[in-house]
C-alpha cells in the first residue's frame, strides 16, 4: 500500500519544493538585539512571520523567545532596562520607530501570557474594556463583537449564563480562552502567544490547542511553546533558539516539519532528538 | 543523606507544630476573650440604663441632659457620623491620590522619603495634631465664621489625620496588583492612563476599601482631636460652622464626675461606639478576604 502522506518526501525536502500558495511574510525581523541594561539577551535575529501561518519558536528557557515578542509588540517601552536595536517592519512599517504610536500597535498585535491574567472583574467587562479604550461607543456593538469573540473561542455556551460573574471564576483553561477572546475582540492582525498552554492542565491544554489550531489562517500566530510535539502539531513554520555565552540567537529557521525531520543544524538536532528521547 | 536531612527536617517541623501551634492558638483566643469580655463589661455597666427596655430612651430622648435624666445620643451620634463621613470623603480621594502618587508616578528618590513621610504622619500622636488645630486652624477659621471650633475644624484635622492611613493602606493593595495584569493590559493598547483607572485600581479595589474602612473606623474612635477642636456644644450639627460634640468627647469630658445612670449613659455610648467599630473592622476583613 503506498503511503500519500509521505509522498513529498519523493520528491526532495519540502523546503525547496514549489509551494501551491506562496506565503507572504507579514513581520520582517532584521538583526533584532535586545538587551536589559549592560547585558544582551538575544542577539542580531532576523527572520520572516508568514501571514496566516502559525510560526513556533522553540528553544530552553532564557534564550530570550519572550523578550523577542515583548519587543515586537513594543511592550519592551514598559521596562526602562530593555533596549532592542535592529529593525522590525510590519506592513512596510518600522515597528521599533520611536515615532510608533503603540497602543495602536498594539491594537494589531495582540499577546497571550504563560499565565492567564484575565482582569478581575467580570467577564462581560473583560471583553468590553478594550473595546471601550478603542473606541467603540456603542454598547450594542461591544456586546455583539464580545460575543463573537466568546464564540470564536469556544466560550460562549459555557459562559453566556454568567457574563456578569468574575472572570476569576473561571478554570484556568478558561481563564486563558478569555484572554485569547479578549485579545481576539480587537480584531488583531497577528497574536503573539508566550507558552499560553504551559499553566494548564492536560486536557485544557488541548482545548486551547485545537483553538490555535482553528485561528490558522485568520490570524499569523507566533507562539512560544516548550512542548516540541505541540510545536510540530501546531505549526507551520519554526524558529530554534538557543544561548551561546548567556546570549540567546536564533539557530535555525525554516519550516516546521523540515526543521523537525532534517535539522541543519547539529544543536537542532540534539534538542529536538534530547527532548524528544 | 539528602533523605536523612530531610527527615530532621521534617521532625523539627513536627515538633514545632507541635509546640508552636497550641501557643499561637491560645493567644489568638485570648485576643477574642478580652473582646468579648471588653462587649460584656460594657453590657453590664449599661445595664441600668439599657435595662428594662431603657434603651429606647438613648434614641427617643430629646438631648442629652443628664442632670435631668435625658440621655438621648442621637445628636452627638450624628456629629460623630458626619465628621467620620466628612473626613472620609476628602481623605478618600486624596490618600488615593498619595497611593497612586507613590506606587507609580513619584521618582524612586522621592518615593521612599515620602513613604517615610506618610509613616511619620500616620503615626502622629493625634493630641500633636489637635494642637495644631486649636492653635492654627481654630483661630483661621474663627476669622472666616466665629465661633472657630467647628465641625469644619474636626473634620479638617480628621481628614489630615486619616490620609496617611488611607494612602499607605492604597498603595499596600496597588502593589499587591500582578505586574500581569498591567502588561496584559498594555497589550492591549490601553493607555497609561486607563490601564491605571480601569485595570490597576479594581484589582485593587478590595485593599482600597478595606483601607477606607479601617480609616473609618480610626476616625469614629478619635477622641482627642474633637475634645480639642470641635466646640464640645451638645447639638444637632446645622452647618459646618457650629460647634458641636461627638460621642467620644462627651465619654472623656463627663466620665470624671458621672454618676448612676449617667455613668451608665456613658457606657452606653462607648457600647455603641465599640459595635460601630467592631462592624467597620468586620467590614474590611471581609472586604480583603474576598480579594
Ligand atoms: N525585565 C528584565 N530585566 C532584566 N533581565 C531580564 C528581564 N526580562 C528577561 N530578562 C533576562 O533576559 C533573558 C531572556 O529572558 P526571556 O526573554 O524571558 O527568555 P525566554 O522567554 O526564552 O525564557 C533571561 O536571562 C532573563 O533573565
Ligand atoms: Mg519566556
Redesign the pocket.
Known sequence: MTNYSESPYTLGSIDEAVACCAPKPQLKVRALS?S??D?R??ETVSMDIYRGCITA?I????????????SINRLTDM?P??RVEGSVCFEGQEILDTTVDTLRLRRRIGMIFQKPNPFPISIRRNLELPLREHGVRKRSERASRAEQALRDVGLWEEVKERLDSSALSLSGGQQQRLCIARALVLEPEILLM??PCSALDPISSAVVEELILRLRGRYTIVI?THNLAQAKRVANYAGF?W?TE?V?KLIEFGQCQRLFDTPAHALTQAYVDGVRG | MLMILSKVSSLSRWNIDRTLAPLLRMAGMMCAAVLILIVLFLLREAWPLLGNGGWVNLFSDDGWYPLEGLYGLLPMLAVSLAVMLGAIMLAGPVGLGCALFLQFYAPPGLRKSFRLLLSLLAGMPSVVLGLWGLTVLVPIIALWQPPGPSLLAAIAVLTLMIVPTMALAGAAALSAVPADLVSGAAALGMSAKSRLLYVVIPAARHGILSGVLMSMARALGETMVLLMVSGNVVQYPHGLFDPVRALTANIALEMAYATGTHRAGLFASGLFLTLLVLVLAWLAARSVRYD
Open positions: 535586545v536589559y541594561g547585558r539577551v538575544l519558536l528553544g530552553p528557557s532564557g534564550c530570550g523567545k519572550t523578550s523577542l515578542l515583548t521596562l532596562s530593555a508566550d507558552e512560544v533558539f544561548m548567556r540567546g
